[in-house]
């Protein structure tokens, strides 16, 4: 098992095996490709797929073992396999239940198609560097339709792959090997736990993908949907956090709301979720203003010298509008006015009072 993950707090960033990744909480995958696919149909479940071959890059294949390297999801919260080979061009790899479909029925109700299109790319990954050769992976049976697994088949041409996938080591990144704060990985399962959420490790360059590739296929729509499917979960999931806000406003001072947001953003975005550093600038009855640096969202366009006109870290506009609405009591209006995709020095988010 080589799955080597580090957190630098300094950072607020993760790694895992060099590779910057962020820790996300998995309903919010579920809610982000259920709206992709209202919107285009089957076209969403290519594009998790390609996302999910591209994020099997930061798992390593050692001496071409596909048992091992598909051991190792379960170290990214991608949950736990078994592996079944049935000849040599054939491999079955089931489930119990993926980060895609656990809780999927109870919440959104059985659907007719398999729904886990990102482990089908992450096992098609694995398999073609594996085997140097061209692999095809599709789910043919998913927990989110009522079967008792999730299956997913890998067939194995004898053809070289021509997929060109860069194999060279990623440099070392600095940083303590230590447990997520709050964070336990349930073995069972292989999802990481957090208040009783499943969470996943994805590569920061996932949300390269889906927002580069989505645009081609929904357009701008992409960046609302992305937005939209981290701030749902402040409003439908958190119910706990709501407490604790509705205390924050009811019986504190705006000083200590603040003191108390900046604690937060310290522990999660930087320890846990890998997504930065987040400083509060300003906060007042309004507005609030926020900055992060160093936005695991626009590492992957820094990486690949892709400079953006338009701000790219939809995920954290979201989140931000849902602290707002739950801050101000009311809908409020939220920009990124400033991204270090833009080729700002930080990330700028402005919540206001709409
Ligand atoms: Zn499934
Ligand atoms: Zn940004």
């Known amino acids: ?21 962020l820790l996300r909480h998995a309903y919010i995958f579920q809610s982000m490709k259920r709206e992709m696919e209202r919107l285009v149909g089957a076209s969403a479940g290519f594009l998790f797929h390609k996302a999910g071959k591209d994020a099997s890059l930061i798992v390593p294949v050692e001496n071409g073992s596909l048992e091992s390297s598909v051991e190792s999801l379960t170290w990214l919260g991608l949950g736990k396999y078994t592996l079944k080979k ?104 292989g999802f990481y736990m957090l208040k009783g959420w499943p969470e996943l490790i994805v590569p920061s360059s996932f949300y390269f993908t889906i927002r580069e590739e989505g645009k081609k296929i929904m357009g701008d729509s992409i960046t609302g949907i992305i937005s939209l499917s981290a701030s749902e979960w402040y409003k439908k999931v958190s119910k706990l956090l709501q407490l604790y806000i509705f205390i924050l406003k009811e019986f504190t001072t705006f000083s200590t709301k603040r003191k108390m947001w900046q604690k937060f953003l310290d522990q999660y975005y930087s ?18 203003i926020v900055r992060l640096f160093n936005s695991g969202f626009a590492e992957t366009y820094i990486e690949k010298g892709v400079k953006t ?18 801050f101000f009591g009311e809908e409020c209006s939220t920009e990124e006015t400033k991204c270090i995709a833009m080729g700002d020095e930080f990330c700028e988010f402005v919540i206001r009072k709409s």
């Open 271 to 288: 320890r846990i979720w890998g997504f930065g550093i987040a400083k509060i600038i300003t906060m007042d009855k309004n507005e609030i």
């Open 86 to 189: 049935e000849n040599k061009n054939r491999i079955i790899v089931e489930a119990r239940e993926t980060p895609f479909s656990t809780g999927f029925v109870k919440k959104f109700g059985k659907r007719k198609t398999p729904f886990c299109h990102y482990i089908a790319g992450v096992l098609e990954g694995l398999a073609e560097r594996s085997t140097r050769r061209k692999s095809r992976c599709v789910e043919i049976s998913c927990v989110t339709r009522g079967d008792d697994k999730c299956r997913f088949s890998i067939e194995i041409e004898d053809s070289p792959s021509n997929w060109d996938f860069d194999e060279k080591p990623h440099p070392k990144q600095s940083g303590n090997l230590v447990p997520y704060g709050g964070v336990k990985l349930d073995t069972n399962k």
């Open 309 to 326: 006109s338009k701000p790219v870290c939809d995920a954290v506009r979201g989140y931000m509008m849902g602290w707002g609405n739950l």
């Open 1 to 21: 098992m080589s799955v080597d993950i580090l957190v630098n707090p300094e950072k607020g960033a993760i790694y895992v095996n060099g590779f910057r990744v």
